[in-house]
């Protein structure tokens, strides 16, 4: 209890943890891959439905 | 790890040709109805054509149609089982390597599918309510041509900036921590990286669009053209050793991926044969033609692999950051250095073990980039 009280013991398990597990940096990385992705998924698609879309539309007028 | 003022500059030109590229199928399918005079979105009249498999083949029918489930496995099994047979994982199989093959070959088959499934079937309709089968008059030929270029460029793209942006290149490293080619390896990946997969949800996306039937053809070439090239199997030696086969050899190397150019990529150097800082290409090795990332020798490395390479527990390579590896001065420990996919230049103090090699002290270059 007094190890505790001292914040020992939770700078312990504090360490222990991110040893071991994602910390607040992992999730920045993990947010800036996400991003990334998303980009490389939305450009394409964005070309490929908005040109097949032009394409109806310009050759239906 | 700063990037490199050059390679970015290369990068934003390759993307801006990558736009052109997306468009090309749209474009010819415009000028084929502009001059056809076709409208047939008009009535929608377009129904897919039957596909017709020759009897000599209709035992692979089965795995075709099934191939996102389990005809997959059995085409990896098959192609491994061969692998063994021949002798080609050469005793680097180790316990820890094995671990790592396995867990990341079955577990995607279980976690990926939920993740999809939710995707198509309840995302796509929410986010793009009745644009279901949209594009559905788009002709077969049109559909594959748009299917194959989108989803292969776009997987050269994610595997690219995977090495050349140096934030994401832990979230890859396992698929080229592997000493070894083979279908063992293939499927070795981090689950973030496999989760992240931009050309899975752009193909579904589409497939929700309308183009499920041409996406279903290009699915299946390209996993058996991907399956292929990881493959320790040579199989394209025969089209380098006989001359007659030349001019085949010629437009295959540059069109898809070989044993021989992917090979190169998972060489642990760079020395004229090993090429890990090219050769993208997953099903099309004409982006790295394109792009000049990619160099073709007809010979194969002679080793493979990462030269930071800690043999991190599978539970680190396969789920990192989410777990880190126990392994002091691991790329995928807490703090640990971020190396990235190069050969480290300076000896690294929490290294003991590590020898930097008189290759890594030489100036780094990029297939297609000028030294100035």
């Known amino acids: 209890m007094a190890a505790i009280r001292r914040g020992r013991l939770n700078n312990g398990l504090f360490h222990s943890l991110k040893r071991h597990f994602m910390i607040f940096n992992d999730v920045t990385i993990l947010t800036k891959k996400i991003l990334v992705g998303f980009l490389i998924y939305l450009i394409p698609l964005a070309i490929v439905a908005g040109g097949l879309w032009l394409l109806r539309y310009l050759l239906t007028r | ?372």
């Open chain 2, 1 to 372: 790890m700063p990037i490199d003022k050059t390679l970015a500059r290369k990068i934003t030109k390759d993307i801006s040709v990558s736009l052109l590229l997306y468009a090309l199928p749209v474009l010819v399918l415009f000028l084929y109805f502009a001059i056809k005079g076709e409208t047939p979105w008009v009535n929608n009249t377009h129904t897919p054509v039957p596909v017709n498999i020759p009897k000599a083949l209709q035992f692979i029918e089965p795995v075709f149609k099934n191939i996102r489930s389990w005809g997959f496995l059995v085409i990896a099994l098959v192609l491994g089982a061969a692998e063994f047979a021949l002798g080609l994982y050469d005793n680097k199989w180790t316990k820890t390597e094995r671990a790592i093959d396995i867990v990341c070959f079955l577990a995607p088959k279980f976690l990926l599918p939920p993740v999809t499934a939710y995707f198509s079937l309840k995302l796509l309709p929410w986010l793009l309510p009745g644009l279901a089968n949209q594009f559905s008059w788009v002709p077969f030929w049109a559909g594959f041509f748009i299917i194959a270029v989108a989803d292969d460029l776009t997987q050269y793209w994610y595997h690219r900036l995977h090495h050349q942006l140096p934030f994401l290149w832990r979230f890859h490293r396992t698929h080229h921590s592997a000493p070894y080619m083979g279908m063992a390896m293939a499927s070795r990946q981090n689950f973030i990286y496999t989760v992240f997969f931009s050309q899975i949800y752009l193909t579904a996306t589409l497939v929700y669009l309308g183009l499920g039937f041409p996406a279903l053809f290009v699915t299946v070439i390209k996993t058996f053209i991907t399956l292929s090239a990881h493959s320790s199997i040579p199989w394209d030696k025969p089209f380098y050793k006989y001359r007659v086969l030349h001019p085949v050899a010629w437009v295959l190397e540059r069109l898809i991926s070989t044993p021989a150019t992917h090979q190169s990529h998972h060489a642990d150097t760079v020395d004229g044969v090993g090429n890990y800082k090219g050769n993208f290409g997953n099903m099309f090795f004409l982006w790295d033609v394109i792009f000049k990332t990619g160099v073709i020798t007809r010979q194969y490395p002679k080793t493979f692999g990462i030269k930071f390479y800690k043999q991190e527990e599978w539970y680190a390579q396969f789920l990192w950051p989410i777990f880190k590896s126990k392994k002091p001065g691991s790329e995928l420990a807490a703090n640990g250095p971020e190396v990235g996919d190069e050969i480290p230049e300076v000896d690294l103090h929490y290294e003991e073990d590590f020898v930097p090699r008189q290759r890594g002290k030489e100036k780094v270059t990029y297939p297609g980039l000028s030294n100035n």
